[in-house]
T-cell receptor
Framework: DQQVKQNSPSLSVQEGRISILNCDYT??????FLWYKKYPAEGPTFLIS?????DKNEDGRFTVFLNKSAKHLSLHIVPSQPGDSAVYFC?????????FGAGTILRVKS | GAGVSQSPRYKVAKRGQDVALRCDPI?????LFWYQQALGQGPEFLTY????????KSGLPSDRFFAERPEGSVSTLKIQRTQQEDSAVYLC??????????????FGEGSRLTVL
């Protein structure tokens, strides 16, 4: 049972444009949702989070939107930069556990 | 050290061998987690420590997997009689707080285990 799904394995975007990464979940017990970014041969690094009682959180170029009724969240990166090219993991937090999706590879072309 | 340190970075084991993977969390971090990441998948929770106490080991896939953190700092994940399906990257993460409030964990670079 996949509690967190990232249905797009990869996304390619032109530098300067918007990147939109999507994530769906099934577990209503998640109290926080997070995005982690991972470069090759490195561990995941925390990017941004949102409480389940909010619908938007913004941090610089990164904005996360949460639609609880649809059990859907998205990460917007504006403007996209070549250094944003990485694997992005969506995760839900249930207690002290994080449940991750399979990831989306983002390629930002210059 | 400045970040979470894991060793070895790469380990090749023959099926049936025992392996031990080490994690040095960020100094002073109370919570420590082990995750398993199979190829093409996201990290999956294995176990959680608060200081030296193992509070959740529900993610350990079998009794061949054992984790400890005897002094509340360094942790070791041991896999006995390794099988091919154990091949994965094993990630260690730590958090300053006892409760992981917003979900921000600091991950190490991982130990890639290949079982032949």
């Amino acid at each position: 049972d996949q509690q967190v799904k990232q249905n797009s394995p990869s996304l390619s975007v032109q530098e300067g444009r918007i990147s939109i990464l999507n994530c769906d979940y099934t577990n209503s017990m998640f109290d926080y949702f997070l995005w982690y970014k991972k470069y090759p041969a490195e561990g995941p690094t925390f990017l941004i989070s949102i409480s389940s009682i909010k619908d938007k959180n913004e941090d610089g170029r990164f904005t996360v939107f949460l639609n609880k009724s649809a059990k859907h969240l998205s990460l917007h990166i504006v403007p996209s930069q070549p250094g944003d090219s990485a694997v992005y993991f969506c995760a839900g937090k249930d207690g002290n556990k994080l449940v991750f999706g399979a990831g989306t590879i983002l390629r930002v072309k210059s | 050290g400045a970040g979470v340190s894991q060793s070895p970075r790469y380990k090749v084991a023959k099926r049936g061998q025992d392996v031990a993977l080490r994690c040095d969390p960020i100094s002073g971090h109370v919570s420590l987690f082990w995750y398993q990441q199979a190829l093409g998948q996201g990290p999956e929770f294995l176990t959680y420590f608060q200081n030296e106490a193992q509070l959740d080991k529900s993610g350990l896939p079998s009794d061949r997997f054992f984790a400890e953190r005897p002094e509340g700092s360094v942790s070791t994940l041991k896999i006995q009689r390794t099988q091919q399906e154990d091949s994965a990257v094993y990630l260690c993460a730590s958090s300053l707080w006892a409760r992981v409030n917003t979900g921000e964990l600091f991950f190490g670079e991982g130990s890639r285990l290949t079982v032949l």
